[in-house]
T-cell receptor
Framework: KNEVEQSPQNLTAQEGEFITINCSYS?????LHWLQQHPGGGIVSLFM???GKKKHGRLIATINIQEKHSSLHITASHPRDSAVYIC??????????FGEGTQLTVNP | DTAVSQTPKYLVTQMGNDKSIKCEQN?????MYWYKQDSKKFLKIMFS???????INETVPNRFSPKSPDKAHLNLHINSLELGDSAVYFC???????????FGAGTRLSVL
């Protein structure tokens, strides 16, 4: 069992829908990252958070340290949001442990 | 200007060859990383350097040797390439060990 589990593995939505991707982890962490991997392969860091909630545009990330759980929300989804979303945790130091990713497809 | 740049973008080579992948960052970051993404798209840390010093060395074969001539560069040299080395290799950097990481575009290595 991975230290980081994401759900769902695959998600298909219609444009405009509200999307939630979940991440659960089994170790104590100092921070959690959400990354986006584009269809072309490039990886972009979306958020790094250790408590509470962060918002950037239509993206919202929340974390509950006690429950070892984080969610990434996308409001008013758009086909250009189609990508793989990856959760990664930092137990200590600088090493990141990655989830397997959630493939999101947003249809027009 | 690209913040974290890797070269080459694609690398096709025969088994047994030696190859290098270069990575440069112009962000002034202290920490750099190499990751391997396998065919299942799973990312795993390989190495991390902080100010030219090795701080993470995961269980990778000795055939992989990172080299950091200065803190803006972290190159990856691979000896005696094997079929299982085929993957996408990502370089990344961060301001320090605890900050958000910025990724290069990846190098797709195919070993034939």
């Amino acid at each position: 069992k991975n230290e980081v589990e994401q759900s769902p593995q695959n998600l298909t939505a219609q444009e405009g829908e509200f999307i939630t991707i979940n991440c659960s982890y089994s170790v104590g962490i100092s921070a959690l990252h959400w990354l986006q991997q584009h269809p072309g392969g490039g990886i972009v860091s979306l958020f790094m958070l250790s408590s509470g909630k962060k918002k950037h545009g239509r993206l919202i990330a929340t974390i509950n340290i006690q429950e070892k759980h984080s969610s990434l929300h996308i409001t008013a989804s758009h086909p250009r949001d189609s990508a793989v979303y990856i959760c990664a945790v930092r137990p200590s130091g600088s090493r990141l442990t990655f989830g397997e990713g959630t493939q999101l497809t947003v249809n027009p | 200007d690209t913040a974290v740049s890797q070269t080459p973008k694609y690398l096709v080579t025969q088994m047994g060859n030696d190859k290098s992948i270069k990575c440069e960052q112009n962000l002034g970051h202290d920490t750099m990383y190499w990751y391997k993404q396998d065919s299942k798209k799973f990312l795993k840390i390989m190495f991390s350097y902080n100010n030219k010093e090795l701080i993470i060395n995961e269980t990778v074969p000795n055939r992989f040797s990172p080299k950091s001539p200065d803190k803006a560069h972290l190159n990856l040299h691979i000896n005696s390439l094997e079929l299982g080395d085929s993957a996408v290799y990502f370089c990344a950097s961060s301001q320090d060990r605890l900050n958000i990481q910025y990724f290069g575009a990846g190098t797709r290595l195919s070993v034939l």
